[in-house]
């Protein structure tokens, strides 16, 4: 799967880092069958609050990974095959070449006309991206549910935002 990265405040050196060709084939592969297209990986870094992120940008119909929707019930960790993907890139990387960019947070935005979704991770830091944090920032707001044995019981509308951000 082709990995196509997008850097927003993050130096020539750790652009580098990020594009060694291990890590990349790495990242492709742990990626392999839970997206059709490119991979769009977007690191940014915030040199003012010291505040990094590595998000995978959910395109519309590339999500290949069923999340099961039961009324105002999502599976959100069924997107675990991602986020821990991009978690162990995180962290290879680090382990590589900065041990500092284990800070940056790991995630999954969505785009669908007027909603944004981001889904991130949870657990000990840094967290390995096999926990889907039950709370789910919507258009800038953060809603958070019930885990259960069958998903995240959510407020209906966050339900309905998060079932659009997560169409196949």
Same mark, same amino acid.
């Given at each position: 799967? =082709?990995?196509?990265?997008?850097?927003?405040? /993050?130096?020539?050196?750790?652009?580098?880092?990020?594009?060694?060709?291990?890590?990349?084939?790495?990242?492709?592969?742990?990626?392999?069958?839970?997206?059709?297209?490119?991979?769009?990986?977007? *690191?940014?870094?915030?040199?003012?609050?010291? *505040?990094?992120?590595?998000?995978?940008?959910?395109?519309?119909? @590339?999500?290949?990974?069923?999340?099961? /929707?039961?009324?105002?019930?999502?599976?959100?960790?069924?997107?675990?095959?991602?986020?821990?993907?991009?978690?162990?890139?995180? @962290?290879?990387?680090?382990?590589?070449?900065?041990?500092?960019?284990?800070?940056? @947070?790991?995630?999954?935005?969505?785009?669908?006309?007027?909603? /944004?979704?981001?889904? @991130?991770?949870?657990?000990?830091?840094?967290?390995?991206?096999?926990?889907?944090?039950?709370?789910?920032?919507?258009?800038?707001?953060?809603?958070?549910?019930? =885990?259960?044995?069958?998903?995240?019981?959510? =407020?209906?509308?966050?339900?309905?935002?998060?079932?659009?951000?997560?169409?196949?």
């Amino acid at each position: 799967m =082709p990995v196509v990265y997008v850097f927003e405040g /993050v130096g020539v050196l750790h652009k580098s880092f990020f594009a060694n060709p291990e890590v990349v084939a790495e990242l492709s592969s742990a990626l392999g069958g839970t997206l059709s297209g490119n991979a769009n990986v977007y *690191v940014r870094y915030d040199s003012k609050d010291f *505040v990094g992120s590595i998000r995978l940008r959910l395109l519309p119909d @590339s999500l290949q990974l069923p999340v099961a /929707v039961q009324g105002d019930t999502v599976d959100l960790a069924a997107l675990a095959p991602i986020t821990r993907a991009l978690a162990g890139m995180r @962290s290879d990387v680090a382990g590589r070449f900065d041990v500092r960019l284990d800070s940056f @947070s790991v995630g999954i935005e969505s785009y669908r006309g007027s909603t /944004v979704c981001v889904f @991130s991770v949870a657990g000990q830091p840094p967290p390995d991206g096999s926990i889907v944090s039950p709370c789910v920032e919507i258009n800038g707001q953060q809603v958070c549910g019930t =885990p259960g044995p069958t998903g995240v019981s959510l =407020p209906a509308d966050a339900a309905q935002a998060i079932r659009s951000c997560l169409d196949r």
